[in-house]
């Protein structure tokens, strides 16, 4: 189990509501979607929603993969150093 250090608890807890109001937000354009769609048929629900989804998960995934190269970026030399202490 993760345990904060002294002093950061406020920053753990503060990352776990910030991940949970953003998934709800991202989320909320499918769910909207998925309502404002109930009332047609089901070839013409699953015709719009299953295409618009797919481009709407993979714009998150290349936007989730993006925003993860440029954090990652400004941390190379540490995840460097650490490779090579753990490849001698």
Known sequence: MFVAASGF???RIG???GTLA???ALAAPVIVGAVLAANGSDAI???VLLPCAA???FA???VGVRLAAKVAESKMPE???VALRTVA
């Open 9 to 11: 608890a406020s920053h």
């Open 15 to 17: 990352s776990v509501l």
């Open 22 to 24: 953003g998934t709800a």
């Open 45 to 47: 629900r699953i015709g």
């Open 55 to 57: 481009v709407y998960g």
């Open 60 to 62: 998150l995934a290349v």
């Open 79 to 81: 995840i460097c150093q």
